[in-house]
Nanobody, 121 residues
Framework: VQLQASGGGLVQAGGSLKLSCTTS????????MAWFRQAPGNERVVVAI???????HYGDSVKGRFTISRDNAKNTVYLQMKSLKPEDTAVYYC????????????????WGQGTLVTVSS
């Protein structure tokens, strides 16, 4: 099983970035997909979850600015990030979990390698 995240980079505050995470080795459509982030010195926290049903959940700090979506045909989950702030700077990880019950606790079956997002002020 592989989760390959991409799309991170350096952006100015107020800008946008779109992260992608392509999976292989799992039946993608059955999995709850999520994005997490970890800033230096902080714990990894959930950013957004997209369930197989289509339901979405967002962390309070990103509501209204970030959008998680998935393309089952491409086995890919996306995170569109807008109105970026310096406090969004972190390594972003995608994750896949078949049950989806403990994503909020940071538990997932599979993790990607992380992609760094840096937002300058």
């Amino acid at each position: 099983v592989q989760l390959q995240a991409s799309g991170g980079g350096l952006v100015q505050a107020g800008g946008s970035l779109k992260l992608s995470c392509t999976t292989s080795g799992v039946t993608f459509s059955r999995y709850h997909m999520a994005w997490f982030r970890q800033a230096p010195g902080n714990e990894r926290v959930v950013v957004a979850i997209r369930r197989p049903s289509g339901d979405t959940h967002y962390g309070d700090s990103v509501k209204g600015r970030f959008t998680i979506s998935r393309d089952n045909a491409k086995n890919t989950v996306y995170l569109q990030m807008k109105s970026l702030k310096p406090e969004d700077t972190a390594v972003y990880y995608c994750a896949a979990d078949v049950a989806g019950n403990y994503l909020y606790r940071g538990r997932a079956d599979y993790w990607g390698q992380g992609t760094l997002v840096t937002v300058s002020s």
